[in-house]
C-alpha cells in the first residue's frame, strides 16, 4: 500500500524559504508521477508542481515558476519541493500526490489516486 507522509511545513515571512518533503513507501516508485498540490481556505486544490521518477522531468504551474524547485532522492524514495521567494498567497496546505498512471503530464487533482495527510505552510506578510 503506498503511503506518502509530508513534512516541512510552517510559518515563514514574505520572501522566505522553506522545503517541503515527501517520503513515500509501500511500492517501487519507478514508474510514478509524484505531484505537489496546495489548497487555501475556502479554493480549491491546484496544482504546483510535479515530477516523474523515471527520467526527472518536470513542470510546475505558472504561479510559482522560478520561485519553487521539485526534486527526487532515489536512495531515500522522498520528493522535495523547496520553496523560495515565498508570498501571501503561497498560504495553503501542502499536499503530495501520486500515480502510476500518468502519462506525459497531468496537472489534475483527480489523475493522482494517492495522497499523503498535507503541510501547513503559511506565509505572514
Known amino acids: 500500500q503506498v503511503q506518502l507522509v509530508e513534512s516541512g511545513g510552517g510559518l515563514v515571512q514574505a520572501g522566505g524559504s522553506l522545503r517541503l518533503s515527501c517520503a513515500a513507501s509501500?511500492?517501487?516508485?519507478?514508474?510514478?508521477?509524484m505531484g505537489w498540490f496546495r489548497q487555501a481556505p475556502g479554493k480549491e486544490r491546484e496544482f504546483v508542481a510535479a515530477i516523474r521518477w523515471s527520467d526527472g522531468h518536470t513542470y510546475y504551474a505558472d504561479s510559482v515558476k522560478g520561485r519553487f524547485t521539485i526534486s527526487r532522492d532515489n536512495a531515500k524514495n522522498t520528493v522535495y519541493l523547496q520553496m523560495n521567494s515565498l508570498k501571501p498567497e503561497d498560504t495553503a496546505v501542502y499536499y503530495c500526490?501520486?500515480?502510476?498512471?500518468?502519462?506525459?503530464?497531468?496537472?489534475?487533482?483527480?489523475?493522482?489516486?494517492?495522497w499523503g495527510q498535507g503541510t501547513q505552510v503559511t506565509v505572514s506578510s
Open positions: 500526490a501520486a500515480d502510476p498512471r500518468i502519462i506525459g503530464e497531468s496537472r489534475r487533482p483527480t489523475a493522482y489516486g494517492y
Open positions: 509501500g511500492r517501487t516508485f519507478s514508474t510514478y508521477t
